[in-house]
């Protein structure tokens, strides 16, 4: 049996050798047992069902979650065999001829494997014919799609047992890259498939390097510079709306990088085409929505970059595992912004109670992942219900890092007898709020705050409680029900903790920002030249007491890195720096210029490449077209509304206008909504203050101004000082 199968193996795929457990799957499956396979992206799971398909009497049904994803495991298929009859889909973008040639060739008996999307599955018309020819067996490509707790749950897969019994029962292999344990039973329920042999091959990608850096409003550029060193490596980015994919697409072709948008709302032949240019390489980036890349079988892919993350470490896992699927090179870059987030809350608003309660779950699982000091690998892997037992990975940021521990063992303690105190019945965030005395209107109405832990944390703010909570759940100390709201409870190992403490240390986070900004991993730019930018710092001091303003107005530090590492000589070169315009060159960049052109000639050093990044034609339109409406006085609220901004980004798109140079005045709009006096306040502190952070300026004055009033009157400054 074994040497006809690799024979087979051979003869139709090529192949010399099975990978990891698809011997043991196929022999399974040709041995007529159900089957729930789990295992992760470029782990070979379509050759566990179309080899057997290939050896078994009848046609195998596939059912599969997306068009674009028949096609192209059908083309593969195709690619190993003589004739393009072994493998057919049944779905809407065949004609009424070339499904009945589709038909007429199943009848016949030269087709082994039919893909066919749920809804098609479902159909009065499919459900006749196929109930009317041999089926070998059923394999469910993606199931995760089956539970409400998959980051990509489709309705329609929860009848696909119903459509089963319909057609004939046969067996049933499922399988899906990207399954918590809870996913994982939903899965199997779902199918009736109890008995079901059970295959879970490691989740673990030792090629994949993972990332998470905070977004800015650098972020465009940084991920420009990133793709440009990576010339010729094929690449995906995604984001989360369709209009930032078709922009940021553009913006890159722009700067010379050959790339294209995918997205629902494009037409199909487009989409095709574009997925076709890419898997041929005629196309370095997709930049896409989720909707991109599902079973695409392209291995060398060397990068994926999320925009926005994702709302589940389901769906970042996935999308992240189609980087290096040969293993080779993957690196995995995430970009978190807080605003995403409350987005993607918002997004949940007219769901059932229990689908938000889900979907907010979920994305706190993200959040978490985002913010973490411990390893990303280690994290990811035990959200999935594998443990990892290296001390670090070496191939993630945090590991690279190489972050000082602290003992956390006291913490731990009080942290395990807290949990059992509340009789295990709270989630994280009011456990915290327990710990650190806070007087909130449940901790009242429990009556907790006459609890002996209360307020017992109250040392420790709770940024660094929800960091101890997160080791601790990683190194099994206490257990997260996910599904059931988040609730903590201590496991054995806390409980013999409790009796018995030992050595527990965790990453202390960052006093001064919670997100870190690192560089991007594979970013090969050349080093900053630190006595250069020592002696701008100077130069940048002397210029700001000259104009009576403060150094952040003269040029802000990314500037100045960026300076210390590009070398601009002229003022057009000048402008090449990310946040300096054509104003703030003429205005303040001269002593520059000649301080880097002398730095340059006195120590023999030579220019390492000019870098201009360029803005997408329609994102200068737009920008014009805000510049216009204000100079007409048109109030923000309608200008949000022609244009199709909310609040937060219009409020960016009038930041990214000042920042880059340009003048407006915001008067008119201003003083209808605030008080002379209020604005003169808020615009003495960015006077005097020593940092243009944001986060700073609403530490200092967010109990009496709103973000939104910090954030105009910010503008106003920029607008009347910097340009």
């Not at 040709?30 to 070979?44: E, K, R, S, Y």
């Not at 674009?68 to 809407?92: E, T």
Request: proline share 3%; net charge negative.
């Amino acid at each position: 049996m074994e040497m006809s199968l690799l024979a087979m193996l051979r003869k139709s795929f090529g192949f010399t050798s099975f990978k990891g457990e698809q011997e043991q799957i196929i022999c399974s499956l040709l041995n007529g047992n159900d089957l729930f396979v789990v295992m992760p992206t470029g782990g070979g799971k379509s050759l566990c069902y179309q080899l057997p398909a290939i050896m078994m009497e009848g046609t195998a049904i596939v059912i599969s979650p997306l068009i674009a994803l028949m096609k192209n495991q059908v083309d593969a298929m195709r690619g190993n065999f003589a004739s393009n009859d072994i493998a057919h889909f049944m779905n809407s973008s065949l004609s009424r001829v070339q499904l009945e040639e589709v038909k007429r060739d199943i009848l016949c008996g030269r087709t082994k494997i039919l893909y066919l999307a749920p809804e098609s599955l479902n159909k009065e018309d499919n459900l006749t014919f196929l109930r009317d020819i041999p089926v070998s067996f059923y394999a469910v490509d993606e199931a995760h799609c089956i539970s409400e707790w998959g980051h990509d749950f489709r309705p329609e897969y929860r009848r696909i047992r119903t459509m089963i019994e319909v057609i004939g029962r046969r067996p049933i292999i499922a399988l899906t890259a990207t399954a918590t344990p809870k996913v994982q039973h939903d899965i199997i329920k779902n199918l009736s498939i109890d008995g079901a042999k059970c295959f879970k091959s490691s989740f673990n990608r030792p090629n994949l390097y993972y990332q998470v850096l905070p977004r800015t409003k650098d972020t465009d550029k940084d991920i420009i510079r990133f793709i440009q060193r990576k010339k010729g490596k094929s690449g995906i980015v995604y984001c989360t709306s369709r209009n930032k994919v078709t922009t940021f697409a553009e913006t890159l072709c722009v700067n010379g990088i050959k790339a294209l948008p995918y997205h629902a709302g494009l037409d199909a032949k487009e989409r095709a085409a574009n997925q076709d240019a890419f898997l041929n390489e005629t196309c370095q980036v997709i930049v896409a929505t989720i909707a991109f890349g599902m079973g695409i079988d392209k291995p060398d892919v060397r990068y994926v970059i999320h925009y926005n993350m994702p709302k589940s470490l389901e769906g970042y896992y996935q999308e992240t595992g189609r980087a290096g699927r040969d293993g080779g090179e993957g690196i995995c870059i995430g970009y978190y912004c807080e605003n995403d987030i409350e987005k993607l809350k918002k997004f949940l608003q007219g769901k059932t109670i229990a689908e938000q309660e889900i979907g907010r779950q979920l994305i706190n699982e993200m959040v978490a992942y985002s913010r973490t000091r411990i390893c990303r690998r280690c994290f990811l892997l035990h959200y999935f219900g594998e443990d990892y037992n290296e001390e670090s990975c070496g191939n993630c940021d945090n590991c690279t890092m190489k972050k000082k521990k602290i003992d956390a063992s006291k913490w731990l303690k009080m942290l395990l007898e807290a949990i059992l105190e509340l009789k295990e019945n709270f989630k994280a965030d009011y456990i915290i709020t327990v710990l650190t005395g806070e007087n909130s209107a449940d901790v009242e109405n429990f009556k907790h705050d006459k609890a002996d832990c209360f307020g017992q944390g109250e040392a420790l703010p709770t940024v660094e409680w929800e960091n101890i909570v997160e080791q601790a759940i990683v190194d099994s100390y206490i257990h997260k029900d996910v599904e059931n709201y988040g609730i903590l409870s201590v496991t054995e190992k806390g409980k013999k903790f409790l009796k018995k403490p030992s050595g527990f240390s965790v990453i202390p986070p960052d006093a001064d920002d919670e997100m870190e900004e690192k560089p991007i991993e594979g970013d090969d730019s050349a080093a900053v030249d630190e006595e250069l930018y020592d002696l701008m710092l100077e130069l940048r001091k002397k210029v700001a007491t000259d104009k009576g303003v403060p150094p952040y107005v003269v040029f802000n530090d990314k500037n100045l890195v960026e300076m210390a590492t590009l070398y601009p000589t002229t003022l057009d070169e000048l402008q090449s720096i990310n946040g300096v315009s054509e104003g703030k060159a003429t205005k303040y960049g001269k002593p520059f210029v000649e301080l880097i052109k002398k730095h340059l000639e006195e120590n023999e050093i030579d220019k390492p490449f000019d870098f201009p990044i360029r803005s997408a034609k329609n994102k200068s339109k737009l920008k014009s077209t805000i510049v216009q409406q204000i100079d007409h006085r048109v109030p923000l609220e309608d200008i949000a509304v022609r244009n199709e901004l909310d609040a937060d980004e219009l409020l960016e798109a009038l930041e990214s206008i000042v920042f880059a140079g340009t003048r407006i005045n915001l008067d008119y709009e201003l003083y209808e909504i605030m008080d002379s006096d209020e604005i003169e306040e808020i615009y003495d502190y960015f006077r005097n203050a020593q940092s243009d952070k944001l986060e700073l300026a609403i530490n200092e004055l967010g109990d009496v101004f709103s973000e939104e009033e910090i954030r105009l009157v910010r503008i106003k400054f920029f607008s009347e000082q910097a340009n």
